[in-house]
């Protein structure tokens, strides 16, 4: 399945996207698995208590169906400067995040990731056509259907029963 625009995908497996050293990667792969889809920026005062937490919630599920998708963006106050391989390596060492880490992305604006187009399009509520800052978090489904969408402030921890709940289902 190639990538798809944002106007015709019909899920996040529909995506190819970056990984950190460029090669394409088929998020159908990720089938029948709950991702939680975050924008991160390594110079963020967010960082260190997200960072920590992501990693915590990956090391305790990642045997389940369950894993975290990072996308490293530099468009709020240039916090994720140098490459994607780069910003992987950071979170790499300092909290040892062996979850995926993309290519850096624009997750906002006309020349925003399809990735990210789809994900905002597909959130209920109000005020979802724009990412605010750094740690937007998207908790998506099996089925590749956003369930819900996280602001910065929300601790990572914080939704670990709404990871849970979406792994019980079917």
């Given amino acids: 399945m190639g990538a798809a625009s944002s106007v015709n995908a019909k899920s996040v497996h529909d995506f190819v996207v970056k990984d950190s050293k460029n090669n394409d990667v088929d998020l159908s792969i990720y089938k029948g698995k ?30 389940t169906d369950f894993t975290i998708l990072a996308f490293p963006c530099n468009q709020f106050l240039k916090q994720a400067p140098g490459t994607g391989e780069e910003v992987q390596n950071y979170a790499c060492e300092k909290f040892q ?9 624009l997750v906002n604006g006309k020349n925003s990731s399809p990735i990210f187009k789809f994900l905002k399009a ?20 099996k089925d590749g259907q956003v369930i819900q969408r996280y602001g910065t402030t929300t601790s990572p921890l914080s939704i670990e029963g709404d990871i849970k709940k979406a792994l019980e289902q079917s």
């Fill in 122 to 141: 597909n959130t209920r509520g109000f005020m979802v056509s724009t990412i605010k800052w750094n740690f937007t978090k998207f908790l998506i489904d």
């Fill in 34 to 63: 709950v991702l939680l889809i975050v924008n991160v920026a390594p110079k963020c005062s967010w960082a260190d208590s997200n960072y920590s937490e992501l990693t915590e919630l990956y090391h305790k599920y990642k045997d």
């Fill in 97 to 105: 995040a062996d979850y995926p880490v993309f290519q850096k992305v």
